[in-house]
């Protein structure tokens, strides 16, 4: 598990965006992860970096202990975990995702 857990540590660190979802930004598997993809677009995000968290079972679960956090989708935005969907779409909402995701590193 050491290692899933490092390989995800390199993505959220690699990348300025990055999404783990179940899918990809091109065909979302659940409601939640299609509604994160839709709030990033709304945002203007172009160099969304997304894991199809589907894919590997190990990273699935290793998010979940990355971040103590129990659901997906989970965004990360300059190596900060930022929240699920529920909580992008609150963010988003009152304007404050756009500073998040407008801010630089």
Same mark, same amino acid.
């Given at each position: ?9 390199? /993505?959220?660190? @690699? ?7 179940? *899918?990809? $930004? ?9 509604? $994160?993809?839709?709030?990033?677009? $709304?945002?203007?995000?172009? =160099? /969304? ?7 590997? =079972?190990?990273?699935?679960? *290793? ?15 300059? @190596? ?14 009152? @304007? ?10």
């Amino acid at each position: 598990m050491r290692d899933v857990q490092q390989q995800i540590d390199s /993505l959220v660190k @690699g990348s300025r965006v990055v999404l783990f979802m179940k *899918g990809t $930004a091109q065909f979302p598997q659940c409601g939640f992860s299609g509604r $994160a993809i839709q709030v990033l677009k $709304a945002c203007g995000v172009n =160099d /969304l970096k997304t894991v199809n968290v589907l894919e590997d =079972d190990e990273v699935r679960q *290793g998010i979940k202990d990355y971040a103590n956090w129990p659901t997906i989708p989970q965004l990360y935005v300059n @190596g900060e975990f930022v929240g699920g969907s529920d909580i992008m779409m609150e963010m988003y909402q009152s @304007g404050e995702l756009k500073q998040v995701l407008d801010a630089q590193s």
